[in-house]
Every structure is written in structure tokens, then in C-alpha cells.
């Protein structure tokens, strides 16, 4: 949330909107019992599982698994960050967002600083564009390339002159060296980044062009030249195309992740409009977040050299933390002397696209890479396999996939159990309706109590009529309780919207959102009683244990007085 926005406006704004209402604007729904129902907009699905409860101002689709408040459905159904997401909701609401007033006027003259930099960059590239239609050799070279005009026109394909000081003499200065526009020398001199280059402009998700990329024409070195990291570029987390892709298609089943700037022009040649590519780095965890935002399916294309296979054993070293149910990674190794613009001639669009679609998948290729080498028919071969893959399948979200994935290892090893249980409270798996109900009977005191609270936040007056002596008191989940109890204390407005979004981003998050979807299957006239009757036995077990640490105590070491005044108030409560 970094400050920019006040907290008490999100909770207000949480508090103000109805979910059923934001989300039916963009998804129609359907009353069913309690609940309001739809397809899941984030998956392709024949029968409704997508569900939207009023009560807890939540969503959750039993499908694919997305779940969270109305920021949270805005930000995946509409691709957009968190401030974005809050200021759509504040204009669906009708309301200005409310911003702390210090961080406001620091805000807002960055924010102009900001828009500098983008607008020199626009400027630059339209120049750029200018430079291209008059310079033969450029266009030639795109000619060659069989870069047709209405491709350069969606890309706003451009060319930098053979010149020291274009752009200086055009633009503002200051601007375009905080643009990565302009080198400076150690003695003061300035020159352009960019010269006698095909420039291709990097756009994000918002259509701003936030960097440049260039070309040579020939065979001179270096071949590519990115512009720099800046206040508005970062490599790590723009990758090339983005835009162009979504432009075409908001929701594209799959992304090709490919290697070049002319990988991904090539490819659009032929109508494969859904390809991407990172700008000079590997790919990062980053990019993967931002690429799962717009499609459950990534298909990273390498070259079939070494150099390739060893950018797809990184590739999948940063996927293991973005994998999870609903998502999937497939390795495309090219053949031999290809890249995908000479391989799609030659196999015609038909050919490159199934060979794409019977890629790899990551699953596979990890367990091969790891296996490569090891003779699993013997002790010593299958003991390397457990050792080199257990760290990474251990970096795996929890979920279906993880377990999946250890089953695998599992049966490669022919080891009975790899996947040690969790003592933490884990989060409660959701299943079917009838399943679901007899895992709530099961749940422990301090489940219901923490989920009761999260869905039904006035439940936190019953805990401050007991009057608790939370001293020398421990439960399994006490803290999580405590921290839920002391967030609804706090707030002056409150829902289960509003807890969620504190917890956003916390280690606590997953755990907070799995309780607060949990149903408790509860008449709303017994929720009070099954809460009271959940804290009275949590507090029960607490003081029994406490009792009988402090006796243990006394009898081998003697307690200190404070430790004595609280053992002779826990016996005195019956």
C-alpha cells in the first residue's frame, strides 16, 4: 500500500462497496441460496463454480481457486496493481481516493516528474518513427526481415540516426539523461544511447513507453542495446509485447515467452500474436507474476544449444515459486539452427504452433534434468534424485501441485513418503459440500474461533465482555487470534473485506483468506453460542496446560512471584 493511500480509505471504501454489485457490473450473476453465482471469469469452465457471498463482501471460485475482496477482483479481472485497482474502486464508488496529506504533496510532485519522463519518451519515439520513414537503409533492413508496414505501425518501429547529438538538440536535456536516453561521459560530455539502430519501443501494460530497445543493421557488436534501468524502467518486471498482445487479446489462452525483440515481430508476421520477450535478463519470478496475471499457460521458447538449455534450467528455477493450481509451464527446445522466425517459415504456422502445444511440460523436464545422469535403478542413484530435487519441489506453493510434485519424486524414488506434515495450522482444503461440513465438525476450537471472527467481526465484543487475563496463556493459533481480535479493535469500520486487505501480502494471508472463506454451516441465531462455546474451550486448554507447566515448574525449580500470582488465578477460575 506504500503510504500513498490512507489505510482508513481503503477500509472505508471496502466498507462502502457491495461486491455482488462491482462484480456483477462485470460478470453477470445469479442468486442461488445465499450466495450469487456466475462462470469464473478467470477460467474456462462449463458449470458455475464461481461464487460471490454479500455477508463476507468475499469471492471465491471452487474451480481454479481465486478468491479475495473487491480490490482483489479488480486487480486480476481487470490486470491491474493495487493503487490502480483502489482508484477504480473509489470511481465505481463515486468517491476521490484520500490520500495522507504529507506523502500526498511528495506524491504528486513526483507524479509530475513522472509524467516528464513519460511524455519525453513519447516524444522520442514518435521522432524515432519520423527517422525510420526517411532513412532507405532501415527500411531495407526491415524488408529483409519481411517486417511488414502494418507490423511496424502496431509496434511503433523507429530508427536512431548515425549521429552524436539528435536528440539533445530536440528535447530537454535533463529529461533525457533520467530517461537513459543520453550517455554522460566522465568529463560532462553527453551523446546518444541510441545511433544507427532499428529502435523498437518498450510499452507496458498501460500503453506508456517506459524504455527503448535497439538494433544494429549489420553484424557490428554489441547486436542489441537496452536502454538502462530508470524511474520509469525496470527489466526485471517490463517484458516487450506486453501491450501489443493485450491489445489483441485481453485474455489469451497461452504466452510465448521468446528470446529477441524480432522473435516476437516475426512471429506477429504470422498472426502468433500472443508472444513475448525479456529485455536483456533472465527470466525473473517478476515477469512470471506479472505473465500469470493474463494467462494460466506459459510456453518459454529456447534455443536448442547449450546456451538455451542452460536459460530453461533458469527459467525453471524461477517458475517453482509461481506454480499453483491453475497454472502451467511447458520448455519449447528448438531444433537445432533455429530460432522462431526461421523455424516458422519453415514449418508454417500449423507446424510451429502444435509443436508449441506439445511442449514439455516443466513438470517433465524438471525430473528429466534432475534424473540426467543418475542410474535410479540403484540406492546411490535414486538418493541423488531425492537431494537434488527436494529443494526446489520444497519452494513450491502449498497446494495440489507441491503435493503432486512430490508424488512424482515419490514414486521416481520409490521412497514411501517425502512430504512431511506441516504442524502449523494449516489452511482447511475446501471440497465438496458434504465433505466440507463434516471437516468443519472436525476443525479444532481454534479454527472456528478464528474463522467465526474473521466472518463475523462483532464477535470481538463477546471476547472483550470475558475479560481475559491473556497472560501465560498458549494455544495453538493464539497470535493469529490475538492479531485478528486487536485489527477489529483498532478499526473504526470493519468487514471481512477489510480484514483480508490487512493481511495482504503478510505470511499470514493465505491462512486468514482460506478461514475466512471456510463455512461454518451455522444458523446466524447459534453463531454467537459455537463462538462462545470454541474461545471458552481454547481458553480451557490453555489454562490446563499453563497449570500444569507452572506445577512442573514449582516442583523442580520454584516459581518467581508473578509466576505463583498467575498460577493461583488460573486455579481459582472453574
Not at 533458469?314 to 497454472?327: P, T
Not at 466440507?436 to 476443525?443: G, V
Not at 465484543?461 to 501465560?472: H, S
Request: charged letters at 25%; a negative charge; aromatic letters at 10%.
Amino acid at each position: 500500500m506504500s503510504g500513498r493511500i490512507s489505510k482508513e480509505f481503503i477500509d472505508e471504501l471496502l466498507v462502502r462497496v457491495d461486491i455482488v454489485d462491482l462484480i456483477d457490473s462485470h460478470v453477470p450473476l445469479k442468486k442461488t441460496g445465499a450466495n450469487y453465482v456466475a462462470r469464473c471469469p478467470f477460467h474456462v469452465e462449463k458449470s458455475p463454480s464461481f461464487s460471490v457471498n454479500r455477508n463476507k463482501q468475499f469471492f471465491h471460485c471452487f474451480g481454479c481457486g481465486a478468491s479475495g475482496n473487491a480490490i482483489s477482483f479488480l486487480m486480476d479481472f481487470s490486470h491491474l496493481d493495487f493503487v490502480e485497482a483502489v482508484e477504480d474502486l473509489a470511481a465505481f464508488a463515486g468517491i476521490s481516493v484520500r490520500r495522507e496529506q504529507a506523502a500526498y504533496v511528495a506524491d504528486a510532485s513526483k507524479k509530475e516528474d513522472l509524467n516528464s519522463l513519460y511524455q519525453v519518451l513519447e516524444q522520442v519515439a514518435a521522432f524515432y518513427v519520423e527517422q525510420l520513414r526517411v532513412t532507405p537503409k532501415a527500411i531495407e533492413y526491415l524488408k529483409s526481415r519481411q517486417v511488414k508496414g502494418a507490423i511496424a505501425r502496431d509496434f511503433l518501429l523507429g530508427y536512431a540516426p548515425d549521429k552524436w547529438s539528435c536528440l539533445s538538440e530536440r528535447f530537454d536535456q535533463k529529461l533525457l539523461i533520467e530517461a537513459g536516453l543520453l550517455v554522460v561521459k566522465d568529463d560532462g560530455q553527453v551523446y546518444d544511447r541510441f545511433r544507427s539502430r532499428v529502435v523498437f519501443p518498450i510499452r507496458d501494460k498501460r500503453s506508456r513507453i517506459v524504455g527503448f530497445g535497439g538494433r544494429v543493421l549489420d553484424d557490428s557488436l554489441p547486436k542489441y542495446l537496452n536502454s538502462p534501468e530508470t524511474p520509469v524502467f525496470h527489466k526485471g518486471k517490463e517484458v516487450y509485447g506486453l501491450y501489443e498482445l493485450l491489445a489483441k487479446n485481453s485474455k489469451p489462452q497461452r504466452i510465448l515467452i521468446v528470446e529477441g525483440y524480432m522473435d516476437v515481430i516475426a512471429l506477429a508476421q504470422y498472426g502468433i500474436h500472443y508472444a513475448v520477450a525479456a529485455l536483456g535478463t533472465a527470466t525473473s519470478q517478476a515477469h512470471l507474476d506479472l505473465l500469470f496475471r493474463f494467462s494460466s499457460e506459459l510456453v518459454f521458447c529456447f534455443d536448442g544449444d547449450r546456451a538455451g538449455r542452460e536459460a530453461a534450467w533458469r527459467v525453471m528455477e524461477s517458475a517453482f515459486s509461481s506454480l499453483k493450481e491453475g497454472r502451467s509451464c511447458r520448455i519449447m527446445i528448438l531444433p537445432p539452427q533455429h530460432d522462431p522466425d526461421s523455424l516458422v517459415r519453415e514449418e508454417g504456422v500449423d507446424g510451429f504452433v502444435n509443436r508449441m502445444r506439445s511442449a514439455q511440460a516443466l513438470s517433465d523436464y524438471f525430473f528429466d534434468y534432475v534424473a540426467s545422469g543418475l542410474n535410479l535403478s540403484e540406492v546411490e542413484g535414486r538418493s541423488q534424485l531425492i537431494s537434488k530435487a527436494k529443494p526446489y519441489l520444497e519452494r513450491l506453493p502449498e497446494g495440489t501441485y507441491r503435493e503432486m510434485m512430490f508424488s512424482r519424486l515419490q514414486d521416481l524414488s520409490g521412497m514411501a513418503s517425502l512430504n512431511s506434515a506441516d504442524n502449523k495450522l494449516a489452511p482447511p482444503q475446501v471440497s465438496s459440500y458434504q465433505s466440507r461440513q463434516q471437516e468443519f465438525n472436525r476443525l479444532s476450537s481454534a479454527r472456528v474461533a478464528i474463522a467465526l471472527l474473521l466472518q463475523h467481526p462483532a464477535l470481538a465484543e463477546n471476547v472483550e465482555q470475558k475479560d481475559i487475563d491473556w497472560t501465560g496463556l498458549e494455544f495453538r493459533g493464539i497470535e493469529l487470534f490475538k492479531s485478528v481480535l486487536g485489527v477489529i479493535l483498532d478499526k473504526q469500520s470493519v468487514n471481512t473485506a477489510v480484514l483480508i486487505e490487512h493481511y495482504r501480502d503478510t505470511p499470514e494471508e493465505k491462512l486468514v483468506t482460506a478461514l475466512a472463506l471456510l463455512d461454518a454451516y451455522t444458523p446466524e441465531d447459534k453463531i454467537e453460542k459455537v463462538f462462545s462455546d470454541a474461545l471458552d474451550s481454547l481458553l480451557k486448554q490453555a489454562r490446563i496446560a499453563s497449570i500444569t507447566r507452572l506445577e512442573a515448574k514449582a516442583r523442580c525449580h520454584g516459581l518467581d512471584a508473578q509466576e505463583q500470582a498467575a498460577l493461583v488465578n488460573m486455579l481459582a477460575i472453574k
